[in-house]
């Protein structure tokens, strides 16, 4: 699901090991730091196939990777794989073209996977919301049309534990799941354990807000949380385009106030209430043990900020 969407050094040296290095793409001795480039609308990534190098847009609530067909067209010895099909929020169904690419290279990182052709109508029509101000649609319209390249999705993402410190604008991938012992030590530090179910349109948790217990998606590549309201609860709040809860509670933990715009989703979507998007990813550090199905948050309100500065400095003076 898109539309125009902590872990640190710390976190990485009791998880997974020592390093000698934290330098853009250098590798960790089992895990491997993705430097993203700073940008407040979506945030991206690089990789590599053969010898090019592609931007990406990092989608959490995607099952697919994808490639523009401009770019796609370019790359050599690919080979069709498949035919798929998606579906947009607003229930609009695309059919696809997949191949097998050569190897991708993420960081120092390489694997095989499928990467789908990218059909231009579904960004068009089936992942924007009608009522965005222009300025914010034509800047969103240049990052997803000019400068992104792709998308990595979940065929790629759930090879790995996954760490999202976007506040930091970096990524962490592990090749490993987490061990009990390594999930205890991110309880020590602040954060939240919240269990998720896996579906095709991405992980579910299950959150209580002020209206009522909610099934959304974590997905990074939806720019505002969104939630899709009962005919009641339309009644309730009126003509309103958005609406904030003063809580957004998991697993008997409260990460806080939100926001969230008012949409109609479709029918086919029945199995989730709305989705948390890049606002929230923004302002916490997410582990996604995929093996595992648990997602690990801290938010500023969870940890320690002094904590953090001081195992950082302490950290990159060795």
């Known amino acids: 699901m898109r539309f125009f969407c902590i872990c640190s050094v710390m976190f990485s040296r009791v998880l997974f090991g020592f390093c000698n290095c934290y330098e853009g793409f250098e590798c960790f001795d089992e895990i491997h730091v993705i430097n993203m480039p700073f940008l407040s609308y979506c945030k991206f990534m690089e990789f590599e196939i053969g010898e090019e190098r592609y931007k990406a847009l990092i989608d959490t609530g995607s099952s697919f990777s994808f490639l523009r067909k401009d770019v796609l067209e370019k790359i050599q010895n690919k080979k069709l794989y498949s035919h798929s099909e998606m579906m947009s929020y ?8 997949d191949f097998q690419v050569p190897q991708i290279k993420i960081g120092n990182l390489f694997t095989e996977s499928v990467i789908t052709e990218e059909i231009p109508d579904f ?28 998308l990595i999705g979940r065929n790629v993402l759930e090879k790995y534990t996954c760490i999202f410190d976007f506040p930091h604008a970096h990524m962490f991938l592990a090749e490993k799941p987490l ?22 349109a991405g992980p579910v948790f299950t959150f209580q807000t002020d209206f009522g217990d909610k099934k959304f998606i974590l997905d990074t590549g939806a720019t505002h949380s969104i939630v899709r309201l009962s005919e009641d609860e339309k009644k309730y709040f009126g003509r309103k ?8 509670m998991g697993n008997g933990i409260n990460f806080g106030k ?54 950082w400095k302490s950290w990159m003076g060795r």
């Not at 009522?131 to 800047?139: E, T, V």
């Not at 061990?179 to 095709?200: C, D, K, R, V």
């Not at 385009?241 to 957004?248: D, E, M, P």
């Open 90 to 97: 607003k229930g609009d169904r695309y059919l696809t073209v």
């Open 123 to 150: 960004w068009k029509n089936g992942s924007t919301l009608g009522y965005q101000a222009y300025l914010l649609y034509f800047k969103l319209w240049l990052l997803h049309e000019v400068y992104r390249e792709g």
């Open 179 to 200: 061990s009990l012992e390594q999930a205890e030590s991110l309880l020590t530090m602040g954060f939240a354990s919240l269990p998720f179910e896996m579906t095709n």
């Open 241 to 248: 385009r958005k609406i904030s809860t003063g809580k957004l």
């Open 258 to 311: 939100h926001t969230f715009l008012i949409i109609d989703m479709a029918a086919e979507q029945a199995r989730i209430d709305g989705i948390v998007g890049l606002d929230f990813f923004k302002q916490n550090t997410i582990c996604f043990d995929y093996e595992h199905k648990i997602a690990y948050i801290q938010t500023p309100k969870l940890g320690s900020k002094e904590r953090f500065n001081y195992w």
